[in-house]
């Protein structure tokens, strides 16, 4: 079992809909939850990161967190094609490594 | 803020050569990361600083490669002897030391061996 698991896509929604993209990790003593966008060729971008259980939202984005199931999530309302890119999920245990899984491709419609 | 900087941005070189690059991390964070990258994956994590200090090595870190950060600013990642397998996006991230901070990445290394 992966320590990290991403369904790699790609996710295909229309423009101006909800993409959501989810993300289950192994280690019961993960304390922090991360999801970086990445562009192709580029290198990856914070755009969320979760530490308690419950929602937390940052404009379009909103992260959930589950950890009794080991889940975290990343919502992005009112979807534009430039949101098109690789989703990473990474997670953070004891030490400060950040353990990432593979990768959601989001492709947007317009 | 002038964010996480990474020298070279592309090195090519042929296999058996010596290559090393170079991070300097955002200025107050005094933790900084190596990570590898290759095609369809996810980043792996190859060893973490905190000042000066090499905190932790991942075993993907062969004899090969080495990292130095020796007076807890910017820091060197040098690999020796190059193999074809070592083709790869190199990244280096840096955060604070408070808790569990976001690590920030820069643009990347991408190394190819010909």
């Known amino acids: 079992q992966k320590e990290v698991e991403q369904n790699s896509g790609p996710l295909s929604v229309p423009e101006g809909a909800i993409a959501s993209l989810n993300c289950t990790y192994s280690?019961?003593?993960?304390?922090?939850f991360f999801w970086y966008r990445q562009y192709s060729g580029k290198s990856p971008e914070l755009i969320m990161f979760?530490?308690?259980?419950g929602d937390k939202e940052d404009g379009r984005f909103t992260a959930q967190l589950n950890k009794a199931s080991q889940y975290v999530s990343l919502l992005i309302r009112d979807s534009q094609p430039s949101d098109s890119a690789t989703y990473l999920c990474?997670?953070?245990?004891?030490?400060?490594?950040?353990?990432f899984g593979t990768g959601t491709l989001l492709a947007v419609q317009p | 803020d002038t964010g996480v900087s990474q020298n070279p941005r592309h090195k090519i070189t042929k296999r058996g050569q010596n290559v090393t690059f170079r991070c300097d991390p955002i200025?107050?964070?005094?933790?900084l990361y190596w990570y590898r990258q290759t095609l369809g994956q996810g980043p792996e994590f190859l060893t973490y600083?905190?000042?000066?200090?090499?905190?932790?090595k991942s075993r993907l870190l062969s004899d090969r490669f080495s990292a130095e950060r020796p007076k807890g600013s910017f820091s060197t990642l040098e690999i020796q002897r190059t193999e074809q397998g070592d083709s790869a996006m190199y990244l280096c991230?840096?955060?604070?030391?408070?808790?569990?901070?976001?690590?920030?990445f820069g643009d990347g290394t991408r190394l190819s061996i010909l």
């Open positions: 200025s107050e964070h005094n933790r």
């Open positions: 280690d019961r003593g993960s304390q922090s």
């Open positions: 600083f905190q000042n000066e200090a090499q905190l932790e």
């Open positions: 991230a840096s955060s604070t030391s408070s808790g569990n901070q976001p690590q920030h």
């Open positions: 990474a997670v953070n245990g004891a030490t400060n490594k950040l353990i």
């Open positions: 979760i530490y308690s259980n």
